[in-house]
């Protein structure tokens, strides 16, 4: 059965970095495309970045570009994703979904997310 489990969010100050990391099993992870989506508080799901199963191609919603970095180590099955000059609008409970921006909507398997709170 496929998990995912998010952990590293909290809380920190605007301007200020962060680390989370995603656990996955029960699926073949090196060989599966993985995402980062996030839904900020009474708003719809946004897609933050993917990377492809290699690590060759990494992408990035245009509101994160240059500030946050998609990486994954397959012997260890993780994901993660370096925040960096986080703001107040990046707060946001945070997901790991297998797919990347055009098909991570064709999983079901959320974890329980991990929330990060910027305040300015």
């Known amino acids: 059965q496929v998990q995912l489990v998010e952990s590293g969010g909290g809380l920190v100050q605007s301007g200020g970095s962060l680390r989370l990391s995603c656990r996955a099993s029960?699926?073949?992870?090196?060989?599966?495309?993985m995402s980062w989506v996030r839904q900020p508080p009474g708003k719809g799901q946004e897609w933050v970045s993917d990377?492809?199963?290699?690590?060759?191609?990494?992408t990035y919603a245009d509101s994160v570009k240059g500030r946050f970095t998609i990486s994954r180590d397959n012997a260890k099955n993780m994901l993660y994703l370096d925040m960096d000059s986080l703001k107040a609008e990046d707060t946001a409970m945070y997901y790991c979904l297998r797919g990347r921006e055009s098909t991570w909507r064709d999983y079901r398997d959320w974890g329980p997310g991990t929330l990060v709170t910027v305040t300015e």
């Open positions: 990377i492809s199963y290699g690590s060759i191609t990494t």
């Open positions: 029960g699926f073949t992870f090196s060989m599966s495309d």
